[in-house]
Structure formats: C-alpha cells, structure tokens
C-alpha cells in the first residue's frame, strides 16, 4: 500500500476509534469484519479530500449497510 493511503487509512482508524471511545484492537477488527480497509484504500482518491466530520459519517453509514449496529 502507498504510504499516502496507508498514513489516510491509519488516520481514520485512529479518528474512528476516538470518536467511538474503542481500543486500537476493537477498531481494527471492526474495520477488518467490514472491510473497511478495503473501502477506504479503494476510494483514496475522492475521501481524501473531504473533512473528518464527513469521514466519520460516511465510514458509519458505510458500516451500518454492512449490518454493523453500534452498541
């Protein structure tokens, strides 16, 4: 993985599991069931550019498609 995409998926991750108060363990399985890895390397181009509030919920709507419910 390019290193640009790497340092934009570990962001993320890191964002995601602060936000939802996780451990770094807790998210990277959640990410890793769900693929989001996947969807977040894929789509490097376009989620890039867009803000931390915006990634956040389109990682949670990304998510809640794939049948994850938030405890």
Do not use: P
Not at 32 to 39: A, G, L
Request: charged share 40%; proline share 0%.
């Amino acid at each position: 993985m390019d290193k640009k995409i790497n340092d934009f998926v570990v962001f993320c991750l890191e964002v995601y599991k602060s936000k939802h108060k996780l451990t770094g363990e807790e998210a990277y399985e959640l990410f890793e069931k769900y693929k989001v890895f996947d969807y977040l390397e894929e789509g490097y181009d376009m989620l890039h550019t867009q803000g931390d509030a915006w990634l956040m919920n389109d990682i949670e709507e990304f998510l809640k498609i794939r049948g994850y419910e938030e405890k």
